[in-house]
């Protein structure tokens, strides 16, 4: 079928309303995520199939609660509809999610759709939450709405989705009916003032008289729908500048003119709407009234999650128990990998001759690859439990808790969230931050993100502590071992808050900060959703990472094989291979932290991602042994021994400068890249590299020499 | 009086909003405006931010901005 001829379906909705929910349920795992031109804000692409067998697409919008855009996000959203309203690629129907929980919220910006005469069929989701004294009337509802089909769903239950996709079948290519007026009741002062405005847009872009309605009184309420139109000049879209200079004027005197009728022109749209919304509401809903006393089952279970004293206990329980269950959970299929591996390694000992391609296969591919899989159970199961809180409601709830200690360093509540998934990768992290509107606590939280111990620390933190810190048992309880991994987070995430207080003393801010967020109500994860998340995210790490890790691999081990004979026609050892002589020449710099040459081959590529710390000792450890078998890394590091001291390479003490070193480290070229995409600049990024490393060296010479002086080793 | 003046579990009629509040505009299309009731559920732990119940949902809102949401008496 012709790409062009496929219908497309657009689905709009709060957030929280579901929506994600029924994404998934109508496209399967057909569905590609990319990026809007220019900016990061996901674009979520779905192939589903109706009963009849044809194909439609189904585009998945950011959660909006209206037209009148507040973030980046919603700013998606308004800009679509304008490139709609001007004839450009509108879909064929859009699905607006309607929590039917919590109705006239959600329906305020059903309505607003319903002024664009694109036929809309609304998915009534969480019919089933709705409580049973409180009846919904569906037609009445669909009767004064003029929705083309109510269709009740219920995303959990996964009921009503064949018959709403029945009706969005049935609704492509009809006209909305009775659609033609503006059904808020809008007085004849009122009207007055804003006909120039109306009839301009009705005559000049040839809107519908309802549309040209709610676009005239948008145009009052917001002055950033003034700056979409114009944006749309610069677009090519249907609309010359004349006539939005025209608009311009028409709207400064028509705000004088209301300020006069003593009417304020901010709110008007908002009140209006509302005003009609609840009346028509009242009617087909009863016990509404009564609404804000009900103390439902969400706010008793608010009643000890976020209490007083319990909440932020419970908070900082979770933490622990999910960093201990990383370790837990994960060592069983860590020993799979590693058999694996092991096993994989032999095989082709025994498969392929002795030649180049050989020592390429087994220390370059194969060992880089081992290294990096090995970790992959840690990362999956922390990124489950994020995502886990996340699904659940939970983390507005933190945001809610610790805003106030957030603002006090010059962030934001909403910081907390993408901070916590910085715990699992920076990228995501960066992206989520799209949801803090103020620029400038937006950009702190981002600076300061790769600071939060990433997973792909891990991989070091766990070789180093496995390998060169005692499993013996402090304070009767503590394993020393665990004690320090958390010490790592610990003093990652302390340097970050302190960091974050100190660059909002001196980074400029504009706009105001503000905080109006909705807790969610808990809801009870989907498990399909949360293993696709876990699996989407997983896959890119594995895909991005492991490009980069393969490529910096094959190349390591060229770098550590070649020359394979000096100029006096000798073998030669990794030492003076080209990979030796880079380490060498740097050794002076790094030698006051406690790290030899072989560490500094790793800083280098770790460079592009920390993981590949990993692989590169273990490629480098795999060429020094000229035997055929695969090293055991952690082994072979603790066996390693200086040829003129006598003494050991790795000690306690230079694993906690590396891991220190890593916890400040800015080692990740994705989060330099992502920054610079979303600050459009690469000054941001630059200036991250810059304090990061700084940071890292300056900490890890005073653990390290420090350390020596109090006479550790 | 204004939400800020509010204590726990009381309810109140939104009556208009003070120049001071910066987000005037997410209030609105949240449905929080003059003649909607709202009851305040708790205040977070560190203070700084409180949990209203308005139409059929909860939202927090920071105290300082709850200082410039007048309610009727």
Known sequence: MNADTVPWVALVGNPNSGKTAIFNLLTGMDQKVSNYPGITVEKKLGTGKFNDGTVYHLLDFPGTYSLTPESFDERIVTEQVLQWIHGKNPPAVIVSVVDATNLSRNLYLTTQLLDLGIPIVIALNMMDLVDQTEKIDASSLKKWLCAAAIVPVSALKKSGLNKLKKQVRASILTKPVNNDIFPLEVNKTLETILMPITSLLYTKLGYTPRLAAAQALRLITRNSTLELYNNAIQEGQKINSKTVNELEHLRTVAIKEIEKAELKPSSLEAMLRYQWLDANLAQDRSDHTNQIRKINANEKIDQILTHRWLGPGIFIGLLYFIFQSIFNFASIPMDWIEAGVNWLGKGAVTLVPESNFRGLLIDGIIAGLGAILIFLPQIVILMFFLTLLEDSGYMARVAFMLDRGMTKIGLHGRSVLPLMSGYACAIPGIMSTRTIDNWKERLITMLILPLMSCSARLPVYALMIGAFIPPITVGYIFGLQGLMMVMMYFIGTVTAMILAKIFSLWIKSEGKSSFVMEMPPYRLPILRSVFRQVFIRAKLFLFNAGKIIMAISIILWFLASFPKTDNRGEQTTIHNSFAGKIGHAIEPVIQPLGFDWKVGIALITSFAAREVFVSTMATIYNIENAADDMVQLSDAMKNDMNPSTGLPVFTPLVAVSLMVFYVYAAQCMATFAIIRRETNTWKWPLFMIVYMNVLAYMVSLLVYQGGLWLGFS | ?73
């Open chain 2, 1 to 73: 009086m204004t939400v800020g003046d509010l204590h726990r579990g009381d309810t109140a009629v939104v009556k208009s909003f003070l120049s001071g509040l910066d987000s005037q505009s997410r209030f609105l299309e949240m449905g929080i405006l003059p003649g909607v009731e709202l009851r305040l559920v708790k205040i977070a732990p560190l203070g700084g931010t409180i949990e209203l119940k308005v139409r059929d949902y909860y939202v927090s809102i920071r105290q300082q901005d709850a200082l410039n949401i007048v309610i009727e008496n």
